[in-house]
């Protein structure tokens, strides 16, 4: 079984040397107490449950998984003790308002937080997860009274909440919704339906849920613009916030799944069950998207996650075992044959972990700067600032979401081919990795919808390519420092810089076709996704080796040396082997639809 180590070197080169983290802290109103001690500390005491309490239950979690039975659900042995220490820990409030019960920190340390957790055991991770998005909804659209009465026992991590959207006849088109809501003469509603894939719907870890529940009001408009928001406890709450009778919302069953096993994914019944409405009538959809946003972030971090964890397996596999000789002569002749880590094959494929795990880190926590900015807005009331962040944020997502999910994946595969037939084998914890990181780029919208949120909304329909111009800027900025550097810091400078470029130019050459094409959009969208995740990673490892040669010069000791040199070369070796892959996916996404298209329904089948 692999060991979990939490990533703490790389995560603070990032957080102090890369983005500055402490300067960016001491611009907000909340990161006064973000003091690079107060970091430091947070770090350790996370890694310290990840390493010593979450990681050593993945395997065992997976083996067993939850339990169902006449509605009700357990959790895999030792899941319960393991979240009472989370919540003892104050591990759930980190990034929450101190009036409801939390620590006020800024986002970005939740952030941190959860990629070490999502690492040590994701199944785990999904319970106190789900709730993050349920308390970032009523935070902002929550009425006073609802802001009261749910928000401190969340907060706390005594309840959970969760977000009920899909039904058996829809997923991603939540125009199909049938779950109804019947207004009562006391101001509540009665939902009736079914709701399915509810993440940690139902668990014996708390003794109440949350839910936050898409429904439909009498006489709604069809489709979308008919939707509305409503909150639904498990165990209906009074007005002093103790718990009284049980709700009619029961579990009818828990999924059956490839992965996450030790994550409970359940059908929720909804008999009449007492609701109140969140934000306005018939505007649910709008109000959800602050949960789907935080959610998509939240998946996001399951991409480096899991990379980070299958690296970390399959290095210390391919450092111990041992298989014929290098090609190049012997290099341990003292054993009988030289370890995997020696063939080339080899380490390709653990540079690609690594790149995946580290150029991913340093995505996310950009875009963590950018919620921290948001959410600080958002409390100074700033409403002009935080539409600007939420703006940028929302260009980021879909990147982040569908590129680091599918990368994630890769890197999962990755670790178990280091152990050959090996990883096949459930013991040796790696296949878990891949079943575990397979939902990644299905769940929260598949990789399909991300690129169309990303090609469709954002860039064609709601910025006319704004958002990769702005993003591009950037980029050239960076660049603009070093490309005149010698040797492989200066290739990676014009290299990005060139990138930059060409991805305006495809962007606009998509943008001219498509008004004769409109399939382009579909057929394009994900290899635009791709590509524009290729172009953006690639900005960041030319930012991190930058950095990493400026120390090196500068000299911190043999120890950071062999750091420094390890991240230039890693960077190197992204350009080299992974950033091509780039053109490829451009060449795609400028196809013509025709081979695409051409084909009847009815010709699929042969037989």
Known sequence: MPTYKAPLRDMNFLINEVLDFPSHYARLSSGGEATPDMVEAILRGAATLCEEVLAPLNLSGDSEGCHFEAGHVSTPGGFKEAYREFVEGGWQGLSFP?????????????????????????????????SLGCIETLLRYGTEAQRAMYLPPLVSGEWTGTMCLTEPQCGTDLGQVRTVAEPQADGSYRLSGTKMFISAGEHDLAPN???????????????????????????????????????????????????????????????????????????????????MNTARIGTAIQGIAHAEASFQGALAYARERRSMRAVTGKKEPDANADALIWHADVRRMLLTQKAIAEGGRAMIYAAAQTADLMVDAARRQDRATQDKHDDTLGFYTPILKGFLTEMGLEAANLGMQVFGGHGYIHEHGMEQIARDARIATLYEGTTGIQALDLLGRKVLLGTRGKCVRD????????????????????????????????????????????????????????????????????????RQAAVAQTFLRNGKGAESAEFYRAKIQTAEFYFDRLLPRADAHRKSALAPTRSLMQMGNGDFAFS
């Not at 799944?257 to 994550?263: E, V």
């Not at 994914?265 to 505007?283: C, M, Q, R, S």
Request: positive net charge; charged residues 20%; glycine residues 12%.
């Open 471 to 542: 993003f591009s800027r950037i980029m050239l900025r960076s660049a603009k420092a070093h490309w005149l550097a010698h040797g492989s810091i200066g290739r990676m400078a014009r290299s990005t810089a060139k990138r930059a470029i060409e991805w305006n130019l495809l962007t606009l050459r998509i943008m001219r076709r498509v008004g004769k094409d409109r399939d382009l959009v579909g057929s394009a969208s994900v290899d635009y996704l791709m590509y524009s995740g290729y172009v953006m990673m690639a900005h960041f490892w030319a």
């Open 209 to 291: 849920i949350v839910h936050i529940v898409l429904a439909r009001l009498p006489g709604a408009p069809a489709g979308t613009r008919g939707i509305s928001l409503f909150v639904v406890p498990k165990f209906l709450v009074g007005e002093d916030g103790s718990t009284r009778t049980r709700n009619a919302v029961r579990c009818g069953s828990i999924e059956h799944k490839m992965g996450i096993r030790g994550s409970a994914t359940a059908v929720l019944n909804f008999d009449a069950a007492v609701g109140h409405l969140i934000f306005e009538p018939n505007k649910g959809l709008e109000a959800m998207f602050t949960f």
């Open 98 to 130: 101190g009036e409801y019960g939390g620590q006020g920190l800024p986002t970005s340390l939740g952030i941190f937080k959860t990629e070490m957790m999502g690492a040590a055991n994701w199944s785990f991770n999904m319970y106190p997860g789900l």
